[in-house]
Nanobody, 119 residues
């Protein structure tokens, strides 16, 4: 079993920055893709950014150029640096990890951290 603990959310004014962190712990064998998703009130959860074990990143069009995803494999941690934040970035942000043991892959979710951007 893998546990994910997120931190770094909060309230920020438009144009500001926040950095989210998510650390995996527990019975870890091999972490593959790590990522961040978000869910705004009344909307479906959507992909924000992912990063592969080799460091290849992928971003939603809405955050390209403003957000940067990175990971520290030694710490089993993924980060999301969010700059030039907009009110429409307000959402609960969830960490997502794909974990593999031998040939079995499981997906784990964090508990979510609230990001609120005021105008």
């Amino acid at each position: 079993q893998v546990q994910l603990v997120e931190s770094g959310g909060g309230l920020v004014q438009a144009g500001g920055s926040l950095r989210l962190s998510c650390t995996a712990s527990g019975r870890i064998f091999s972490i593959r893709t790590m990522g961040w998703y978000r869910q705004a009130p009344g909307k479906q959860r959507e992909l924000v950014a992912t990063i592969s074990s080799g460091g290849t990143s992928n971003y939603a069009d809405s955050v390209k150029g403003r957000y940067t995803i990175s990971r520290d494999n030694a710490k089993n941690t993924v980060y999301l640096q969010m700059n030039s934040l907009k009110p429409e970035d307000t959402a609960v942000y969830f960490c997502n990890v794909q974990h593999m043991i031998w040939s079995t892959q499981d997906t784990y979710w964090g508990q979510g951290t609230q990001v609120t951007v005021s105008s």
